[in-house]
C-alpha cells in the first residue's frame, strides 16, 4: 500500500494526516455528535431537566468514556483525563448548548443533515487516532501482549458503547439486554477490527506504515459512517462477510445479521408495557442513529 500511495504522491499527505492536531475542531466534532447520539436516547431530556448534574455526567461519558475504561484497564487513574482542563470545557460547553440552548437552535443546526454528515466523518477522524494510541499505549506498557493491545484499542475506538450499562444508570435505566457485546454496532465491530490491524502494524506484521494505515482505515471509516448516517441505515459492511465465517466456524445461520436484532429489540420494546409511546419513539429513533454511528 506503501508503494502504491507513493505513485500517487500521497505518502507525505499520509504523514501529515497522522501527525494533525485534533483539538479543537475534530475534537468538537467528536463532541458534538456524541452528545447528539446522547439527547436521542429514552429519557435523556427529561433528565437533563430534573437532574443537570447527572446528565452532565452522561455526557462526559460519552465523551470521554473510552478513556476512562482504557485507564483502568491499564492500571492508571479512571478520571485522569480529566486533567486536560480544556477538553472539559468545550465537551461540557457543548452539552450545555445540545441540551439548554433557547428554541434547541443549536441542536437543531448541528443535526441539519449536510452539517450532520461532516461532523459524522470527523468523528472518525478521531476514533481511528484513538484506536491507533491504544494500540501504541499497550504495546509501549506490554511489549509483547498481542491480546491486550487488541484490547486496548478496541476499547479506545468503541468509546461509551462498552459502558452503556453503567451510563443507563446514571439515568435510571436499566436495559441489560442492550449489552454491546451481544449486539455489536458498526463502530464496535469497525473499532474491533481497527484493532486488530493495528497490532499487526505495531508489531510489524503488517507491512505497511502507521500514517498509511491511519488514513487508509479512517478513509474507510468516514465513507461508511457518512453514507450510512446519510441512508438512516442499519446495515454494516461486514455483515455479508461475518454471516459466511460465523456459518462456516460457529455453525450459524446464513443471513442472520444486526438487523435481525435490530428487529428483535425492536419487538422486545413494543411489547413492553412499562414505556409510553414517547419513549418507543425516542428508543427507535435512538437505535437508528446509533447504528449509524
Given at each position: 500500500?506503501?508503494n ?53 455526567l452522561?455526557?462526559?461519558?460519552y ?53 450532520k ?83 499487526l ?27 450510512m ?11 455479508l ?24 429489540a ?28
Amino acid at each position: 500500500m506503501d508503494n502504491v500511495l507513493a505513485v500517487l504522491n500521497l505518502g507525505e499527505f499520509a504523514q501529515i494526516f497522522s501527525k494533525m492536531g485534533m483539538f479543537p475542531v475534530f475534537d468538537l466534532a467528536y463532541y458534538i455528535v456524541s452528545i447528539v447520539y446522547l439527547k436521542y436516547e429514552p429519557g435523556s431530556v427529561e433528565v437533563s431537566r430534573r437532574s443537570p448534574v447527572a446528565s452532565w455526567l452522561c455526557a462526559m461519558l460519552y465523551c470521554f468514556g473510552s478513556y476512562i475504561l482504557a485507564d483502568i484497564m491499564l492500571g492508571s487513574s479512571p478520571i485522569d483525563y480529566f486533567q486536560y482542563n480544556s477538553h472539559i470545557l468545550l465537551a461540557s460547553a457543548v452539552w450545555y448548548l445540545i441540551f439548554y440552548c433557547p428554541l434547541n437552535l443549536f441542536y437543531k443546526c448541528v443535526t441539519f443533515v449536510p452539517i450532520k454528515l461532516v461532523l459524522v466523518a470527523l468523528k472518525e477522524v478521531v476514533r481511528t487516532r484513538k484506536i491507533a494510541a491504544g494500540v501504541h499505549h499497550a504495546h509501549h506498557a506490554y511489549h509483547h501482549g498481542f491480546f491486550i493491545m487488541v484490547i486496548v484499542g478496541y476499547v479506545k475506538g468503541s468509546g461509551v458503547a462498552l459502558m452503556s450499562n453503567f451510563e443507563q444508570l446514571l439515568r435510571g435505566v436499566w436495559r441489560p439486554e442492550s449489552n454491546e457485546i451481544l449486539n455489536m454496532s458498526f463502530p464496535t465491530k469497525a473499532s474491533l477490527y481497527g484493532a486488530i490491524l493495528f497490532t499487526l502494524q505495531e508489531s510489524h506484521w503488517l507491512p505497511v506504515s502507521k500514517s498509511t494505515l491511519i488514513l487508509a482505515f479512517t478513509l474507510f471509516m468516514a465513507t461508511s459512517k457518512v453514507v450510512m448516517t446519510a441512508r438512516h441505515s442499519h446495515g454494516s459492511p461486514f455483515t455479508l462477510i461475518e454471516s459466511w465465517i460465523c456459518h462456516l466456524l460457529f455453525g450459524s445461520p446464513l443471513g442472520s445479521s444486526e438487523e435481525d436484532h435490530h428487529h428483535a429489540a425492536a419487538s422486545a420494546a413494543s411489547a413492553s408495557p412499562l414505556k409510553t409511546k414517547e419513549e418507543l419513539s425516542e428508543g427507535i429513533r435512538k437505535r437508528k442513529a446509533k447504528k449509524a454511528e
